[in-house]
């Protein structure tokens, strides 16, 4: 339904160009996020809107939010924190959809833990200081009572969500993903 919702926003926005346009450019992450847009341009659902379609993908918040400022792309995939920080600095940028929810997981080679108390004393890695899944994690604490310090939870940030992936395969215990 929201994949659906997705590609009904898309068209209804680029019906509302008059011509044909020669190309549209389409950022995502390398998550299943973008998955409804391979869809789209693999089923060619755009071809009335443009000539050619181009997905381009970001690998960080950082990357992303260049990407958006310098007009580099027409739609993207992003964060809802990024979106509103971006809305609120006054980019011309609209939300047509919030197409996912509940992606965030914590990934555990250990088959006791469940629950995040169970994680007390480990070090949780973590992609993107300050962004969507450090912000969501914190969230969690906080609303749970865990505060980091008493919790001995140590906090290892990585740049990218590729890197924090190969050092969970690498063997590191727990992965905020």
């Given at each position: 339904m929201k994949k659906t919702l997705l590609i009904l926003s898309m068209l209804l926005t680029l019906s509302i160009a008059a011509e044909k346009l020669d190309k549209i450019i389409i950022a995502g992450p390398p998550a299943n996020v973008s998955d409804p847009i391979f869809k789209m341009i693999e089923d060619g659902v755009l071809k009335e809107f443009a000539n050619k379609v181009?997905?381009?993908?970001?690998?960080n918040p950082d990357q992303l939010r260049a990407m958006i400022i310098n007009k580099e792309v027409d739609f993207v995939a992003v964060p809802t924190n990024v979106a509103s920080i971006l809305y609120n600095k006054k980019q011309p940028i609209k939300m047509l959809n919030v197409s996912v929810w509940g992606i965030l997981k914590i990934l555990s080679r250990d088959e006791k833990v469940k629950h995040l108390e169970d994680l007390k004393g480990s070090e949780l890695v973590?992609?993107?200081?300050?962004?969507?899944?450090?912000?969501?994690?914190?969230?969690?604490?906080?609303?749970?009572r865990i505060e980091q310090q008493r919790y001995q939870a140590r906090l290892c940030f990585q740049p990218d969500g590729c890197r924090t992936t190969t050092d969970y395969e690498k063997g590191r215990q727990y992965l905020i993903a």
């Open positions: 181009e997905f381009k993908m970001w690998k973590v992609p993107w200081r300050g962004d969507m899944p450090d912000v969501v994690l914190r969230a969690v604490m906080k609303k749970k």
